[in-house]
Each structure stands twice: as structure tokens, then as C-alpha cells.
């Protein structure tokens, strides 16, 4: 048996629900709510979210959802497609349909691993502005997503709500003081004091190696339902943050729920991960915040997908957050305005290729027999089709309207605001 039957899954459940796209409407009412898209044409998050019993709390307990390698399959038609979209959107900066775009490729399996084990129904993630793959795991309108890049309107014109995926935030560490807040707020809505760990229990980290440190002691589970949990990806440089010592450090003191994700893809842009994280390991900085850690290999999407799923565990079982440093490498440049060929050499990047997640989950899934050449074939025509979707989603969005860019700036617009906007609808009339 194959395994997506093993898993109630259908076969190609991304093909089955590419849906038509529309193009987002030039409306030019002044409709005081932010335009969001609904256009779901890619559900690919059928890991966690669509299967009868699907909770990371049960797969993590080994009971009826998923197991990694049962889901391996599924796992690389995901990363191949945001592989191939991830391509075709450099490919539409490089002629002038995107201004920039910041590249995930080398990332595909510390993305669309933790993506995977997100519960949409409990969980909310927190992007920075390069989890395409995440948003791909999760099943978020992609033309949406990409309005950010297209420039079109800031944060992504996808539902953030019903896609459970934040807007996009280009503000380094800003994510992850948005998940801790979020994660408090689920903590009061599951009718639990905001208290901190009990004096006595023990703390998570006391031993001498912080990288392998071991579950942290839990709060008792005083609700049948999990607690919601946020995922708050952030990168190596972003760790060197003020903001990211804050929310860890409130996540430890008040037990959150929140999954510190971070993809150490070695670079801050031109700055090195030597140059920018002391002591060389994020995840060991978690034992200064009473923090479990996992420091995993970020290009293993199953080892990605089953950390991610033990941390969420944690988090909906009242265990508190976890800290997850992601080994991985950013293979592309910064962002397309940058040439990663002025501060790092070709040996490094090649490195790296020999251990790309597409490559290692291909071998991994022919050893255990798990699929052939007729698998990889399609996942890679699936891939190619979609990311044509995406790029003709892409194309056919038409500017928003002036109007937009003064309506929600403010509740009650100043008058000057006002007037400027009158002014600026009067020059384009
Ligand atoms: C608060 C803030 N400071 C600086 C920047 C400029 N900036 C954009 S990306 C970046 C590097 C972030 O590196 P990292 O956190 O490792 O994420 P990566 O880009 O490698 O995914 C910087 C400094 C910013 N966007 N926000
Ligand atoms: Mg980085």
C-alpha cells in the first residue's frame, strides 16, 4: 500500500485542488476592511489538516497521525513545488514582473518539514519573508502571498486568519514577539493563569551539553483540548536580536506555548553565523531561558517534520515553548539585489548543493523502496504545473488602488491625511 493511503491521503491532493485563480478586483470603493484574498488553489497542508485525526499531539504520541516517513512522499512533492515556485518567482524579479524577492532554495526542508506539522486548527505560524515553503506546507493563497514581493500590498493579500500564517514581516525578530503575544493570548483563552514554571519544578537545561537537552518538566494538562500553539520562524542573524532574548525569556517565565524556529542557513546577508551568534549555537542559548532545545539537521525534512511535531506537542500539552535551531543553508543570494559571490566562496556553496533536502529525501525514499522513477517524474510535472499557476496568479494582478494606501493608516485619518488623499485620488482621476 502506498503510503498517502497508509495516511487516508490522496494521491495528489495539490493537483486536485488547483483551483481557477481570479484576479485580485481594482475596487475602487472605500471600504474601510483590508482586501484579503480567499483564493485557495493549492492545499497542500493534507499532512496535518484535512486527514480525519491529525494532531501534532498525536502524531508526536505516536498514536493515529503521520509518521514522518509515512508521509515522506508527500513531504517531497511539497518541497519540489516550493522549489519550482521559488525558481519561477526569481525568474519573474529577473523580468521586471516582481521588484525583489528574497530566495528560499536550500531551505525546502526546514520549511516545508515544520509546515507539515502545524495543526491548523490550533496552531498559527509567524513568518519572516522568506517561508514560501512554510506557506506552501500550509496551504496559503500563493498569489496572496506574494502581493508582498509584487509590492502590491505589504504583508500578503492572503487571509491570515484562515490560513493560520501571519502576514509576511520583514522586520527582523518582529515574528517572534508577534507569536509570543499570540501564544499568552491562547494561554488565557484556555482559561490558564499566565504563571510561570512552579519554583520547584526542574529546569530543562542543567546538564553540559544545552544541544541535546531534554524535555522540559510540564504544567499539568488542565483542558482536554490542546492548547494553540505558534510557530515564530526567525533566522541566525535575527537571533542576535534584543527582541528574540525578550520573547524567549517572557515564553520561559509565563510557560507559552511557542515554537522558536530557527533556520540557521549560515548567513545574516554578508555576515556569517560565527560573526553574528556568540558561542556559536542559538539552541544552546535556550538553556538560559529554562528551555528545552533541539538542534537538528535542518535539510532532513523528516527529522525537521518529527522535531517540529514533538515541539508542538509540548506547546498544546502545556509544556511550555521549545527552541529549534534548523541547520541548513541559504544556497541563493540574500535577496535578488544581492551577489553572496562578494563575501563567500564557491566551495562553500557547493558544499552545501551535495547536501541539498531535495537530493537527501529523493535517496532516502528509493533506499526504503518508497517510491521510483514514475513517482519523481510526476512530482516534478505537479511541481512545474503549479508553479505555472502561480506565475500566471502572479501576472494577472492589477495594481491596488490608490485609495488603500491611506485607508489604513489610521482608525480616524487626521485631516491632513485626508486631504493628501484627496489630493492623490484627484491627480490619478
Ligand atoms: C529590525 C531590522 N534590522 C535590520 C533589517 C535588515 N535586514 C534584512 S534581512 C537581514 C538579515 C537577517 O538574517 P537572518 O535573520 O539570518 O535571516 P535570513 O535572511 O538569513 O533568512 C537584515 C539585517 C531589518 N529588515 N529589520
Ligand atoms: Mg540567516
Redesign the pocket.
Known amino acids: 500500500m502506498a503510503p498517502w493511503q497508509v495516511v487516508g491521503l490522496s494521491r495528489w491532493p495539490a493537483r486536485r485542488a488547483l483551483r481557477t485563480m481570479k484576479s485580485t478586483e481594482n475596487s475602487t470603493s472605500r471600504d474601510s476592511n483590508p482586501p484579503v484574498a480567499h483564493r485557495s488553489f493549492i492545499e497542500t497542508n493534507v499532512t496535518r489538516n484535512t486527514a480525519a485525526d491529525t494532531s501534532a499531539a498525536s502524531a508526536a504520541a505516536g498514536t493515529s497521525a503521520p509518521s514522518a516517513a509515512e508521509i515522506l512522499p508527500e513531504l517531497y512533492r511539497q518541497m519540489s513545488i516550493a522549489r519550482a515556485i521559488d525558481r519561477e518567482a526569481v525568474n519573474l524579479q529577473r523580468t521586471g514582473a516582481l521588484p525583489a524577492y528574497?530566495p528560499l532554495i536550500g531551505?525546502e526542508a526546514a520549511q516545508v518539514g515544520s509546515g507539515a506539522a502545524i495543526d491548523k486548527r490550533y496552531d498559527f505560524a509567524f513568518p519572516?519573508?522568506?517561508e514560501l515553503g512554510v506557506a506552501v506546507a500550509m496551504g496559503v493563497d500563493l498569489t496572496g502571498y506574494m502581493a508582498t514581493h509584487l509590492a502590491s500590498w505589504h504583508g500578503g493579500l492572503y487571509d491570515p486568519v484562515a490560513s493560520r500564517f501571519a502576514p509576511i514581516q520583514?522586520?527582523?525578530?518582529?515574528s517572534v514577539l508577534h507569536a509570543m503575544g499570540w501564544a499568552l493570548g491562547q494561554k488565557l483563552d484556555a482559561g490558564l493563569a499566565p504563571v510561570g514554571r512552579a519554583p520547584n519544578e526542574a529546569s530543562a537545561h542543567d546538564s553540559s551539553n544545552p544541544d541535546a537537552n531534554e524535555p522540559a518538566a510540564t504544567e499539568p494538562d488542565t483542558s482536554s483540548a490542546p492548547i494553540g500553539a505558534a510557530i515564530a520562524y526567525?533566522?541566525?542573524?535575527?537571533?542576535s536580536?534584543g527582541?528574540v532574548h525578550e520573547a524567549m525569556n517572557f515564553a520561559g517565565v509565563y510557560t507559552l506555548p511557542v515554537v522558536f524556529f530557527c533556520?540557521?542557513?549560515?548567513?545574516?546577508?554578508s555576515?556569517p553565523?560565527e560573526n553574528?551568534v556568540a558561542g556559536g549555537s542559538v539552541s544552546a542559548r535556550a538553556a538560559g531561558y529554562g528551555l528545552p532545545s533541539e538542534k537538528i539537521d535542518g535539510n532532513d525534512v523528516a527529522a525537521v517534520y518529527e522535531a517540529t511535531a514533538r515541539a508542538l506537542n509540548r506547546a498544546h500539552s502545556g509544556g511550555g515553548a521549545t527552541v529549534i535551531e534548523a541547520m541548513t543553508y541559504?544556497v541563493g543570494p540574500?535577496?535578488t539585489s544581492d551577489d553572496p559571490g562578494r563575501y563567500r566562496s564557491l566551495d562553500e556553496e557547493q558544499s552545501w548543493r551535495a547536501r541539498d533536502p531535495l537530493k537527501l529525501c529523493e535517496k532516502r525514499l528509493r533506499d526504503e523502496g518508497l517510491a521510483g522513477d514514475e513517482f519523481f517524474t510526476e512530482a516534478a510535472a505537479h511541481a512545474l504545473e503549479v508553479s505555472e499557476q502561480v506565475r500566471a496568479g502572479i501576472l494577472s494582478q492589477v495594481d491596488r488602488p490608490m485609495h488603500e494606501l491611506f485607508d489604513f493608516v489610521y482608525a480616524e485619518p487626521p485631516a491632513a491625511l485626508l486631504a493628501q488623499r484627496d489630493r492623490a485620488l484627484e491627480e490619478i482621476s
Do not use: K, L, M, P
Request: a neutral charge.
Open positions: 528574497a531551505q519572516t519573508y522568506r520583514a522586520v527582523v525578530a518582529g526567525f533566522g541566525d542573524g535575527a537571533s536580536q527582541d533556520q540557521n542557513n549560515g548567513w545574516a546577508i555576515v553565523t553574528q541559504r540574500h535577496s
